[in-house]
C-alpha cells in the first residue's frame, strides 16, 4: 500500500515566497522615497525667453532642422544653457509655449511647460505655425528633464 507522504518543502518554499515579497515591497517603497528627495526643488532658476534671432547660429540652424516634428532639446555654450522646446506644426497661428516651472533638484533641471492655444474667438488662420520656446539660462552641468 502506497502512502502519501507529506511535503514540508512546500511549507518552507511558500514561506520563503512571502518573505522574498515582503523584502521586494520594502526595497520598493525605500526607491521611491530616494526618488521623492531627489526631485526635491531646491530653488527656482531665472530664465529668460529668447527670441530665434537671438541664439547662437549654430542652435538657430538646430531649431530650423527639427521644427516639422515636435521635439526638446538642450544647447550650451559654456556660459549660457539654453532649452528649447518644439511643439511641432498646429494648424493656424496663436500657438505659443508657456514655461510653468523651472527650477533645480539635487541632480537635475527640471522645465514644465505647456502649449497654449489660440484664444477663444481669436482667427487663427489656415496656415501651419511652429511654435518654439527658447529658455535662456546660466549654464549647469546638470541634464534637464523635461515635463
Known amino acids: 500500500m502506497l502512502k502519501k507522504l507529506k511535503r514540508p518543502g512546500r511549507r518552507i518554499f511558500t514561506a520563503l515566497g512571502i518573505v522574498m515579497m515582503l523584502a521586494a515591497g520594502c526595497i520598493g517603497f525605500t526607491g521611491c522615497k530616494a526618488d521623492a528627495e531627489e526631485n526635491t526643488r531646491l530653488e527656482d532658476l531665472e530664465f529668460t525667453v529668447a527670441a530665434e534671432n537671438e541664439v547662437p547660429a549654430q542652435l538657430k540652424e538646430l531649431i530650423s532642422q527639427k521644427r516639422e516634428k515636435a521635439f526638446k532639446l538642450t544647447y550650451a555654450d559654456g556660459q549660457d544653457m539654453y532649452i528649447v522646446i518644439g511643439e511641432g506644426p498646429q494648424k493656424g497661428g496663436g500657438y505659443s509655449v508657456a514655461v510653468r516651472e523651472l527650477y533645480l533638484t539635487e541632480n537635475t533641471v527640471v522645465i514644465r511647460t505647456e502649449l497654449m492655444g489660440p484664444e477663444k474667438g481669436?482667427?487663427?488662420?489656415?496656415?501651419?505655425?511652429?511654435?518654439?520656446?527658447?529658455?535662456?539660462?546660466?549654464?549647469?552641468?546638470?541634464?534637464v528633464v523635461f515635463q
Open 122 to 143: 481669436e482667427t487663427s488662420g489656415s496656415d501651419l505655425s511652429y511654435p518654439v520656446l527658447i529658455v535662456k539660462t546660466q549654464y549647469r552641468e546638470e541634464p
